[in-house]
């Protein structure tokens, strides 16, 4: 989820991970599968197998899930599911763009699920191509630490830019190709890594007041609770205050 403060999003939505942590765990295992179905399961030579058990693991999911979740995918456990990678693109409340990323191997039954919460939830989809030109794919690291070393550190193992975040945190951008360099780079330096993935970042953002933000996140919530949706991507602009109140 991608809005005003990544990391502000990322707090409000841990409590809610930890307590999905099973149905968390469970999309993390189908990606990688797929990964490595597509791919192979050498994670050094398939990048996007890589980047999912990057996720994966920032996310806490145990090696022995990665590893088996792989084998899956590679058939040396079991006959894996063949998944299908697409996305959905649609406006919720007060005109925030939505890119919604599924990995299904039933698409009518995706196309269904998300639709449902879409039309509850005061959105709509729309067609291919009316929001995702709004996002740019990129590489994205949440990093804890000194300021002046989080940026030598990043900027050295090829990251883009590097923002403050707030909290001794530090967001890292990398385009996506330099992701797995940029992330190894910044563990081999020693810094503490909070999040690291390849996301969806908005070019330009919606505001959202204490009703709208209740609203949207209402929607990302619905979408999240989607088995068939990999991850939800949206533009939003929810100012700190209005985050904080909603933590409370």
């Not at 599924?102 to 009316?130: C, K, M, Q, Y």
């Not at 740019?136 to 830019?161: H, I, N, R």
């Not at 996140?217 to 979408?223: F, G, H, I, N, S």
Request: aromatic fraction near 6%; glycine fraction near 10%; hydrophobic fraction near 40%.
């Amino acid at each position: 989820m991608a809005g005003h403060s990544k990391w502000a999003n990322i707090k409000h939505r841990k409590g809610r991970q930890d307590a999905a942590r099973g149905k968390l765990f469970a999309k993390l295992a189908r990606a990688i599968e797929a990964a490595a179905k597509d791919g192979g399961g050498d994670i050094e030579g398939n990048a996007t197998l890589a980047q999912a058990v990057a996720k994966a693991k920032s996310a806490s999911m145990p090696n022995d899930n990665i590893d088996r979740a792989i084998k899956r995918g590679t058939g040396e456990a079991s006959e894996g599911v063949v998944y299908e990678e697409y996305f959905y693109e649609g406006y919720g409340p007060g005109g925030v763009a939505f890119l919604v990323k599924i990995l299904t191997d039933n698409r009518n039954r995706a196309s269904s699920d998300v639709r449902v919460a879409f039309t509850r939830n005061g959105g709509h989809l729309g067609e291919p191509g009316s929001v995702a030109y709004l996002f740019d794919q990129c590489g994205y690291v949440l990093v804890e630490g000194d300021e002046d070393e989080v940026m030598l550190t990043a900027l050295d193992a090829g990251a883009d830019d590097v923002k403050d975040a707030g909290d001794g945190k530090f967001e890292v951008i990398t385009e996506p190709s330099a992701f797995i360099d940029t992330r190894q780079g910044i563990e081999d330096g020693g810094l503490a890594i909070e999040q690291a993935e390849v996301t969806y970042l908005p070019k330009t953002t919606v505001p959202m007041d204490a009703d709208g933000a209740i609203k949207v996140l209402r929607l990302v919530d619905a979408l999240e609770d989607v088995d068939d949706v990999q991850d939800v991507y949206a533009n939003f602009d929810i100012p700190d205050e209005v985050m904080e109140a909603l933590d409370a």
